[in-house]
């Protein structure tokens, strides 16, 4: 049973914008969505997190819709430096509350 | 301020022998955990706790993995006996524990290999 579903990878160029989509069904209703960035031979570096609607930081955007059942993250303009694997992580509904990582999507970013 | 120091960074062992991970996260994060990262996959939760209790426990093998937080600051993940299936990344995070938040800030990891 899939808990999560991203892109495995995804390539682009820099300058152009980057949405990575993460489908997640039966999340718990009270945690936030949330996404990590992870580069070789380093542990993840958080980058946004959000509950419902639009969240928007310094280094990208996050879209929820109202059912909650998938996220988008939204790098703009991205650079060479943002080639990376991003993942989202949610929490399962349930009595478990259980901390689910996404497979990831490997984005690499072209010049 | 420094951020969630782990070590060693790397450990390589033969099957059947025991292995310990140390984590020390962010002064003032009460909540710890450990995941496993295998190669080409996101990592998975193995405990986290918050301040000395394990909160979820459900993904750690029990009868080799065993894992302490003393004192509700540093922890030690323990394997014993490891088998060669172990071999992976060993992510220690931490975080502040806010309601329904799940910012975390991770070690660098411990590299596990098993001869």
């Known amino acids: 049973l899939a808990k999560t579903t991203q892109p495995i990878s995804m390539d682009s160029y820099e300058g152009q914008e980057v949405n990575i989509t993460c489908s997640h069904n039966?999340?718990?209703?009270?945690?936030?969505i949330t996404w990590y960035q992870q580069f070789p031979s380093q542990g993840p570096r958080f980058i946004i997190q959000g509950y419902k609607t639009k969240v928007t930081n310094e280094v990208a955007s996050l879209f929820i819709p109202a059912d909650r059942k998938s996220s988008t993250l939204s790098l703009p303009r991205v650079s060479l430096s943002d080639t990376a694997v991003y993942y989202c992580?949610?929490?399962?509904?349930?009595?478990?509350?259980?901390?689910?990582f996404g497979q990831g999507t490997t984005l690499q970013v072209k010049p | 301020e420094a951020g969630v120091v782990q070590s060693p960074r790397y450990k390589i062992i033969e099957k059947k022998q025991p292995v310990a991970f140390w984590c020390n996260p962010i002064s003032g994060h009460n909540t710890l955990y450990w995941y496993l990262q295998n190669l080409g996959q996101g990592p998975e939760l193995l405990i986290r706790y918050e301040n000395e209790e394990a909160v979820d426990d459900s993904q750690l093998p029990k009868d080799r993995f065993s894992a302490e937080r003393l004192k509700g600051v540093d922890s030690t993940l323990k394997i014993q006996p490891a088998e060669l299936g172990d071999s992976a990344v060993y992510l220690c995070a931490s975080s502040s524990g806010l309601a329904g938040s799940n910012e975390q800030f991770f070690g660098p990891g411990t590299r596990l290999t098993v001869l």
């Open positions: 039966n999340i718990a209703t009270n945690d936030y």
């Open positions: 992580l949610v929490v399962l509904s349930g009595n478990t509350g259980k901390l689910i």
